[in-house]
């Protein structure tokens, strides 16, 4: 009776701890969109300054309404799968790249393709769609395996209380904490690339490559400012 009741306790702590690391890392990354979001706007106003006074509207409207509402509802559904998922695997005991991980991932993936920002500013039935969609695999496997070691943090010495302490309890330094970043950032790269090839890929009526410039300008941004955060929280005077 002493072990079963001590072993619940046990389950009950973890279930516990992995709840609220997930509120701190969808926290995080509900801030990330955010400042992505508006980097964007910025950018698209930088890129209509030297457009036609036809045109400029045309573009403004077209990031506005289409690109920017569509980007930001797509990836609100994307963290929330992302977290739910890596709860759901550290609950079953589900070790990353075991067969069952894969499996998970198959089964998962066609939400994913739906509600991805790259996929949804994509047409399906593009030449290149099959290739973004196995490059967009890997960015879903990237993303999970970032997220897992997260959510899987208990409190040793200290209660975690913030993003920057979740991180400093996964990873020992910066430079192992920027191999995770990069391997999705790598991932989302290679996406562009691909887009890059032939913009027709992109389901927008017209201004693709302002778009994709904006997009390009906007990811390259984030990214710098992704790898000073992590220096930030791993600097010596960081709590």
């Known amino acids: ?4 009741r001590s072993a619940k306790i046990s389950v009950s702590t973890s279930l516990e ?4 690391n997930s509120d701190l890392v969808k926290e995080h990354l509900l801030r990330q969109m955010r400042e992505s979001l508006a980097v964007g706007k910025r950018l698209t106003g930088e890129e209509c300054t030297g457009l036609t006074f036809v045109l400029k509207p045309i573009v403004l409207n077209l990031y506005s309404n289409l690109v920017q509402k569509d980007l930001e509802k797509g990836t609100i559904k994307t963290i929330n799968q992302l977290l739910s998922l890596s709860k759901e695997m ?6 990353i790249k075991s067969e069952q991980f894969c499996k998970r991932l198959n089964d998962n993936f ?9 996929g949804r500013l994509c047409k399906k039935n593009h030449k290149n769609f099959k290739r973004l969609e196995e490059n967009l695999k890997f960015t879903f496997e990237a993303q ?3 997220i897992i070691p997260l959510l899987k943090i208990e409190n040793k010495g200290i209660q975690i209380q913030n993003y920057y302490q979740l991180c400093r309890s996964a990873w020992q330094n910066a430079e192992e904490c920027k191999t995770y970043l990069k391997k999705q950032t790598d991932a989302m790269f290679d996406a562009q690339q691909i887009i890059l090839e ?3 890929i992109l389901d927008i009526p017209t201004g693709r490559s302002i778009i994709f410039r904006i997009l390009r300008k906007g990811f390259d941004i984030q990214v710098r400012n992704f790898n000073k955060a992590i220096d930030r929280i791993y600097a ?3 709590v």
């Open 110 to 118: 066609p939400i994913y393709l739906k509600n991805d920002q790259t």
């Open 90 to 95: 550290i609950i079953n005991g589900i070790e």
């Open 17 to 20: 701890n992995i709840r609220r």
């Open 236 to 238: 010596a005077d960081m």
């Open 144 to 146: 999970i395996c970032s």
């Open 198 to 200: 032939d913009l027709s």
């Open 1 to 4: 009776m002493i072990s079963n």
